[in-house]
């Protein structure tokens, strides 16, 4: 079997959205052919991008190997040495540590690897996997899981810094022998910004969700309310964020037109603060649940609203009780930032799979983009843009209606959904390996059969 060198700095027992694309991948290679060996970042992380999911763990097959850095090595920088490095263009603390940690670890750990792959963020990997692809001899592949210098909601200190990371991108990738994007507008976007990957294989693989989390029946609710849950993190902080951004857009570092105030609690508490006005009924049935991290502006934004009492914070909550809100929700909001006219968002948040899969209404309130199409399309959505209040309330006072009626829920397109089945998003990534290790020199082409496998099916909902 073919082993592959997995370089994901987020791994369980951490937990939250970003680690997910990577653990799916590691529990389902071995079964499409192919052996992963993992070398991940510590197991306890800080901050809101390491909550810790022991839960997680579990589903890592009990014979793949992995490896992590010392966090011990690691020496945080201060909040003025950051900044300076972030306007002086300097790597980081960080970045100079997982770079030198990942590189040596994933050297011993390699014992015999056919390929690299290097999941994304931090993209810092990339260098890791750059340097590691000729000392090895053998080649790499980048999977960004958000376009880093191509996203449009990314902040630079000014154009030439946005500039310099699209050229320092270009460089590191042209060195993989395939990249892969998490949505097809990425990929057609890399192509045409970056001029020397336009000749380099670029592969779209989403995102997606487990038809294992979605099967049998989720526990039934004791309460009798309207529930709308988001699950996942927020863009926090937003006051915060808009007074820098207005800063950076001065100097180019902003990608115009960009508005992230919907990503935030604030046109969601809007619509709901008018809709109660107009229907004061409303309250006595209401229920809001954010489950993630929330920082502390928005949390304050929340108590000042009059749906405060309505409310509720879980805070991060492990995978499967996350799923377990979203599986039960009478409504789920999905919010996203609000992009120009004309412009094409690249990113969809990784809960978007999960919400389709559940089957339960979803309140998308999302640009346009690879996001707007999927949901258009899977026969549960009802979309508005990110800022349009009016449009929430009209899809609020359609769902909440048809709850008092006890009438069924829009019927999911499963034949659509099914595409996002991680097992599906597996097989064609183990599909791609097979393609670069056959074209590979020197490499025995007749052990890289992918097996075949039967085709998972979604639960009937």
């Known amino acids: 079997m073919p082993k592959v060198l997995f370089i994901a700095y987020y791994f369980p027992p951490v937990g939250g959205s970003g680690v997910l694309r990577a653990q799916k991948f590691v529990q389902y290679l071995p079964q499409e052919g192919f052996l992963p060996t993992v070398v991940a970042g510590p197991a306890a992380l800080e901050g809101r991008w390491g909550p810790s999911d022991p839960t997680l763990s579990a589903t890592v097959p009990p014979n793949i190997e992995v490896y992590r ?23 980081g603390s ?32 990339a260098e890791v996997a750059s340097e590691l692809s ?26 030439l810094h946005r500039k310099l990371e699209m050229g320092k991108m270009e460089k590191l990738l042209s060195s993989a022998a395939l990249i892969v994007m998490n949505t097809p507008d990425a990929a057609r976007a890399l192509k045409a910004a970056l001029p020397r990957l336009r000749n380099k294989e670029v592969l779209a693989i989403t995102n997606g969700f487990d038809a294992k989390d979605f099967a049998g ?11 709308i849950v988001h699950a996942g993190g927020m863009f926090t902080g937003a006051g915060f964020q808009l007074r820098r951004r207005r800063f950076y857009q001065v100097l180019g570092g902003v990608v115009p037109g960009v508005d992230i105030l919907g990503r935030s609690p604030v046109i969601l508490l809007e619509a709901l603060e008018r ?12 229920e809001l649940v954010f489950a993630g991290k929330i920082a502390e502006e928005d949390q304050a934004l929340v108590t000042r609203s009059t749906m405060a009492s309505l409310i509720r914070f879980t805070g991060f909550l492990p995978h499967a009780d996350s799923l377990q809100l979203i599986r039960t929700a009478d409504l789920l909001f999905l919010p996203m930032h609000n992009l120009p006219p004309g412009k094409r968002c690249l990113s969809i948040p990784g809960k978007t799979y999960e919400y389709m899969a559940s089957g339960r209404p979803i309140l998308a309130a999302v640009p346009d983009g690879d996001g707007r199409d999927f949901l258009s399309q899977c026969g549960t959505a009802l979309l508005c843009r990110p800022d349009d209040a009016s449009g929430m309330i009209q899809i609020l006072d359609r769902v909440y209606s048809a709850w008092k009626r006890r009438e069924p829920v829009p019927k999911m397109n499963q034949d659509f959904v099914q595409q996002f089945e991680r097992r599906n998003l597996t097989r064609m990534l183990a599909r791609a390996f097979c393609g670069l290790l056959k074209n590979a020199p020197q490499r025995d082409p007749s052990y890289l059969a992918v097996p075949e496998q039967i085709e998972p099916m979604l639960p009937s909902y």
């Open 94 to 125: 960080f970045a100079k540590w997982w770079i030198r940690s990942a590189t040596e670890l994933a050297s011993r750990a390699a014992n015999g690897a056919d390929l690299i792959f290097a999941t994304m963020s931090p993209f810092e990997s």
């Open 69 to 91: 850095v010392d966090a011990r090595a690691s020496v945080p920088a201060g909040r003025l040495q950051r900044r300076l490095g972030r306007w002086l263009g300097l790597p």
């Open 217 to 227: 029946t989720p526990e039934p609710r004791s309460d009798s309310k309207f529930r």
């Open 275 to 286: 809709w109660s006005a107009r229907r004061p009924e409303i309250k006595k049935d209401l």
């Open 134 to 159: 000729p000392r090895l001899d053998i080649p790499w592949v980048a999977d960004l899981r958000d376009p880093w210098a191509l996203d449009d909601i990314e902040l630079y200190p000014t154009l």
